[in-house]
C-alpha cells in the first residue's frame, strides 16, 4: 500500500498485534502543523475485549504502528488520549 487518506484511514480497524484484539475504529488523526507529519491516530474504543471502555477515545503513536494494510492497522499499544471521552449518557448531566 503506498499513499491513503485521512477519510481511507477512518475506515479502517485497529488491531493490537499483543493479544490480537480489535481496539477501534479511527475516528480522527493528529497532524503537527509546523512539520506537516501525521503525529497519531485517534480511536474510538468498540468494545470493552480491547482492554478499554466503549466509547474510551484512544491515542496510537505513529511509532506504534507496525503495519497500515488495506482492511486493519496493525499497532503495539495504545493510550487513552487526553481528555478521556465521558460515557455519560444525556440525562445524566441534566441530574446534577
Known sequence: MGCCSIEDLCKKDVI??????????????????CSGK???????????????RKGDMLKVSWEDICVIG???ILVKNAC???????NKPLFDIFSK
Open 16 to 33: 493490537n498485534v499483543e493479544n490480537a484484539a480489535c481496539i477501534g475504529t479511527v475516528t480522527d488523526v493528529e497532524v503537527d502543523v
Open 38 to 52: 501525521l503525529v497519531s491516530l485517534l480511536v474510538l474504543a468498540q468494545s470493552r475485549m480491547s482492554g478499554f
Open 70 to 72: 488495506d482492511d486493519v
Open 80 to 86: 487513552p488520549a487526553e481528555p478521556l471521552k465521558q
